[in-house]
């Protein structure tokens, strides 16, 4: 009976110590991560065995922020880690099923650039690859790359859409079967099964070919993140797997039900994009368990980084001059960031919080899904989403690491397996396979079939 | 006594299919090598095996040549095959000794993305990873990124010269011990060991730091093979290991004499900078076996792959009309390339060639000096190039893969080791240790030692 139920998709999403703020702190968490690849080998090893869909990596091109006294206490923010596209061509060479999203921004990237090193990463991995496309919103990484600001929203968008074509089209140069390879001829490539790009666009003029072969996955997975309107639009028409943020269930529906429903006028079908939200996890063998491991890593939140994060969530409200286990003082408002501003401070005020007790509500996972409890509880959250159009499946982000994502598969996996939401074993050869997303073939052979 | 004599350098450079322009075509050549990973890993594990200080990687970011004739019949000129950063970073998870030398250009990259990616490879290969800086000299790659035409000779060299300092000054925005990770005190990384770099160029505005921690090594180690004018000084100022091609002992010499005496006026010993030329070896056990394996690879070069590579490196002569088996005609002089014509016809009318064998003569190792011969004619050889000012060591281009690579580890290398020329293990743990270079202390470091 339950093989028959549809199968949730499962990311192991790592973040070097974990996505916990303070996840480095933990006695448990492997405070080197950043530049330990033993760790990294030992998490892929782990996720794989588990039977995970892939592993995600974030990405920043620098690190974010400046705020010097909180930026030296905490190891999130891109302060200093591996580069996820070598980290995971390096993981790529240790493992055989499970698949590999790294993030790369279109903001500060050629496209060739990035076509090139996914279809690698495709061939180095035997069709494991997916590319997280997301445009890049920090001034720190903007000063990173010869700009004083970041690009505007609109253009952002406007160069990703491009950006996203042009390596499409470049994943298109060559035809699947057009390496001959014939020692006897002497003809290595069959000249017609090469199709030069000659993109002329905006910001992008690329000739090609990609000079890599067609991806063993056709094309690695396109994966995105954004949820702005022309974040939307963009993921409705190119994106496969869309990552995403909500902090309650009829958040999730309703993004949903939005996404799905554009694809339709792109041609797409519903199950031609998967939606995977991500999950905080702290996992108690009871829930009193649970709430005392999700309180001993709250605890290791220094107010210096607190109060940064309060800072940063709020557009710039300075909280440091009052006293921390005192009440939200009155505030004149900000520009920026109206609306996050006021939904926080109406937040403590509705509940009294304290300047402390604001900012481990928010710092923890940071604006992420957080389910505190027992394996039951959490697989009974996750099945509620899953089967109520709230989510494909789930990028899980284990609050401190190795630990933290140990707990998810010892606990919360046999738990789902044995409501038959999740496999026990890889059916596919691809991520893409696993995924349940089609192979896409060369355009020039979709033609040939039709004709 | 043998263990007390200088010992040689070694890189294996690993062309996909082999270095001679048929290779490809061998029996026993891997055809699919561009995308073939275990045809990689068993190339790795092989030099690594046999001592190799490294493998080294050429690239290009876009096929070179647009004559489909002659470059469906070949798998060198980057027609398609894995991107080398990607590769060698697979590659390093399956190490733990070989360095990995990965060409990137100046010409079409950001200085951020080159440091931090090397930075990363140097942390997941345990201080392996060494960077050859190009300046990209092909339109075909300038095609690819938005430009018509690629940079003037002096643009290039300048904007490698910056583009070297800014990847060096990321590199240095961390000290060695600047990550404290005290999980008591909470501190993740000490601030005063934080330098920003603020560098504003001509050529590049980047602030960083890298949001990688410092390398390993130091310093990922800096490899060139520029053997122009500003070539030569940019080595001599900043490299550490320069590659270089060379078809005679004097030539050789020449070279190495005068990149040596430039390093005295950067304040730098000439043991700072390794000479490795190419050398291209066809093993045999006897003379005549060798000469029989050469003559079996060159019989593979189709006359359209050899008539183009004539017409590449005269500059533009078209010898496609002329009888293949007859002598060469005589031409009008062409613009470009004078004196690389003017030598090759010169050499064809001195010695009787026809067009065949003109190609012939050159097509095979790609204007790399060639040995074709006994494992001990081949390691005389290399020990007169060594032991008389010609050489600090080489880079070996095994004709055709992975049996060419297999010749010189099993035939040449005991004879090498008989004469204690080459090392029987490992002395250093990172690729800057068996190479002989001192590891860079951090700027600040070495101040504060001198105060």
């Avoid at 995971?88 to 240790?94: F, K, N, T």
């Avoid at 070919?209 to 309107?229: C, M």
């Avoid at 496969?240 to 309703?254: N, S």
Wanted: proline letters at 5%.
């Amino acid at each position: 009976m339950s093989a028959a139920r549809p199968q949730l998709k499962l990311g192991a999403f790592l973040y070097p110590t974990g996505h916990h703020v303070a996840a480095w702190r933990h006695p448990e968490a492997q405070a080197d991560a950043g530049s330990n690849i033993a760790h990294y080998i030992e998490l892929a090893q782990l996720a794989e065995a588990a039977k995970f869909d892939l592993i995600f990596m974030a990405d920043g091109v620098g690190t974010r922020g400046t705020d010097i006294e909180a930026l030296s206490r905490t190891a999130v923010r891109y302060v200093a880690q591996f580069e996820p596209i070598t980290l995971l061509s390096a993981l790529a060479a240790v493992t055989k099923h499970i698949g590999f999203v790294a993030t790369a921004s279109t903001s500060y990237n050629e496209p060739y650039h990035i076509a090139r090193k996914f279809a690698s990463l495709d061939h180095i991995s035997g069709g494991r690859a997916g590319w997280n496309l997301v445009t890049s919103s920090s001034e720190h990484e903007a000063h990173n790359f010869g700009r004083d600001e970041h690009y505007a929203h609109a253009e952002r968008y406007e160069r990703a859409e491009e950006f996203a074509d042009v390596v499409r089209g470049l994943w298109d140069t060559w035809e699947e079967d057009a390496f001959l390879r014939d020692k006897e001829s002497g003809i290595y490539f069959d000249p017609d099964k090469q199709h030069i790009l000659n993109h002329k666009g905006k910001f992008f003029k690329v000739r090609g070919p990609l000079n890599v072969a067609r991806a063993p996955q056709g094309q690695p997975v396109l994966v995105q993140a954004g949820s702005s309107e022309p974040g939307k639009e963009l993921a409705a028409r190119t994106a496969e797997v869309v990552f995403t943020a909500h902090q309650t269930i009829e958040d999730a529906r309703g993004f949903y039900k939005d996404l799905k429903t554009r694809l339709a006028k792109y041609g797409r079908g519903r199950e031609e994009l998967k939606i995977m939200p991500g999950i905080f996890p702290v996992v108690g063998r009871t829930q009193a368990e649970a709430e005392a491991k999700f309180q001993e890593i709250q605890d290791l939140i220094h107010p210096v980084v607190g109060l940064s994060m309060l800072n940063g969530m709020t557009g710039g409200v300075d909280l440091s001059k009052y006293p921390l286990d005192g009440p939200i003082p009155d505030l004149p408002e900000t520009n920026a960031s109206k609306s996050r501003q006021k939904l926080l401070l109406d937040l403590a005020r509705r509940e009294n919080l304290t300047i402390r007790e604001l900012y481990l509500r928010i710092a923890g996972a940071r604006g992420h899904w957080q389910v505190v409890g027992t394996p039951s509880r959490i697989a009974d959250e996750m099945e509620h989403w899953f089967t109520t159009g709230a989510a494909d499946g789930f990028n899980v982000m284990p609050p401190h690491l190795p630990v933290g994502l140990r707990d998810f598969v010892e606990l919360v996996l046999p738990e789902l397996r044995r409501r038959g939401l999740f496999r026990t074993e890889y059916q596919g050869r691809t991520l893409r396979e696993n995924l349940g997303l089609s192979t896409p073939r060369h355009p020039a052979r979709v033609q040939t079939a039709a004709e």
